[in-house]
């Protein structure tokens, strides 16, 4: 049973930094898309970021190019997201997902899987 588990979220003050981990079980590693997405208050999810496995390649959203980075650490079947310069607008629940495909998009549709969620506040 494929399982993802986000942890690393917490309250920051702006300007600040925090890495997301999503930790993955139940399947192997391959030709995998992991993405993460955000959902805030009263708006719709969205993409930030994905990794496929197999080759280490990477997608971000325009909001969140150059302060956010995506990677992988296969051996633990893992994947990370360094958020820096963070802001308000970055507040809001982050899971990440993973899809088969091997498509490196971050429209939530294409995703099979999810995680429970980790919340990230940004506020002073």
């Known amino acids: 049973q494929v399982q993802l588990v986000e942890s690393g979220g917490g309250l920051v003050q702006p300007g600040g930094s925090l890495r997301l981990s999503c930790a993955a079980s139940?399947?192997?590693?391959?030709?995998?898309?992991i993405g993460w997405f955000r959902q805030a208050p009263g708006k719709e999810r969205e993409g930030v970021s994905c990794?496929?496995?197999?080759?280490?390649?990477?997608y971000y959203a325009d909001s969140v190019k150059g302060r956010f980075t995506i990677s992988r650490d296969n051996a633990k079947n893992t994947v990370y997201l360094q958020m820096n310069s963070l802001n308000a607008e970055d507040t809001a629940v982050y899971y990440c997902?993973?899809?088969?495909?091997?498509?490196?998009?971050?429209?939530?549709?294409?995703?099979?899987?999810w995680g429970q969620g980790t919340q990230v506040t940004v506020s002073s």
């Open positions: 990794i496929r496995i197999s080759d280490g390649s990477t």
């Open positions: 997902a993973i899809q088969r495909s091997g498509v490196l998009t971050i429209q939530p549709s294409w995703y099979d899987f």
């Open positions: 139940g399947f192997t590693f391959g030709n995998y898309v």
